[in-house]
């Protein structure tokens, strides 16, 4: 939840009063950041790496989170960038069959077109502050009731994708602040405001493309997950160890 949503129930909650059905999430893998895994122990074997360079099996510390550990996007605000595989929230009672990634049966596109025009009348009368410009459309490409989320002012996805060993071939190279264009998936994230809610691009030295170590920037922080979600989620992780200790082991 981003903006001034603190969870998902408003903002479904405002799905709700719009009349939507289902809100996406645009997809694009985070990279977990150097600070936080476990130190690299080079691998030598191109039959593990499926490549000639060293790779390393990718851990995360059994003191940190997953959702920490990755909250390095390659983008800065509203992604641009995004994969065909977005997540979704959605009401079952209307979509009929959800298959991995895609709602590909709905109520409304298995409507004909006296039952869609049937179902908008009922919406318009339902949301009469809102201003329903929906049509009748075949074949139905994205279903009318559908819309991306404001991943400013709604909420965000962070893809936490565990880094697969051959994923990280090669990182004592391609992750070096030296003018190559390589593909780094280490997170080193640019310095910026830690302010939770600033998540416009305000880093004040474009120039700087890396760190005093040499090893190059490609990633920010997200601070609302940062500052706000990582401590609750720690929190939480915490009180259900104690009640796990107090119910199953018999430990106070």
Request: proline content about 6%; charged content about 25%; hydrophobic content about 30%.
């Amino acid at each position: 939840p981003m903006g001034r949503h603190r969870s998902l129930t408003t903002i479904v909650n405002q799905l709700d009063e719009e009349g939507m059905k289902m809100i996406n999430f645009k997809s694009y893998r985070s990279w977990p950041r150097k600070a936080l895994i476990d130190p690299p122990v080079p691998i030598q074997d191109y039959k593990l790496c499926r490549h000639r360079a060293a790779c390393f099996e990718l851990t995360v510390p059994a003191n940190r989170t997953m959702l920490q550990t990755y909250n390095c996007e390659r983008e800065r605000g509203p992604k641009k960038k995004q994969v065909p595989a977005e997540k979704q929230l959605y009401r079952p009672d209307y979509v009929k069959m959800h298959f991995i990634h895609y709602s590909t049966i709905t109520v409304l596109s298995a409507a004909n077109r006296s039952e869609f025009e049937r179902m908008l009348e009922q919406q318009q009368q339902q949301h009469q502050h809102l201003q329903i410009h929906r049509k009748w459309v075949w074949p139905m490409s994205k279903d009318l009731n559908s819309r991306f989320s404001d991943e400013l002012n709604e909420g965000t996805m962070l893809h936490t994708k565990a880094m697969a060993r051959q994923d990280t071939a090669d990182w004592q190279n391609s992750c070096r602040d030296n003018g190559r264009d390589l593909m780094c998936r280490i997170g080193n994230p640019y310095p910026e405001d830690d302010n939770e809610d600033n998540n416009n691009n305000n880093f004040q030295q474009p120039n700087v493309t890396g760190d005093s170590e040499g090893w190059k920037y490609n990633c920010w922080i997200n601070q609302r997950i940062e500052k706000y979600f990582v401590p609750r989620l720690e929190e939480a992780m915490k009180s259900t160890q104690e009640q796990y200790n107090q119910l199953v082991l018999g430990k106070t």
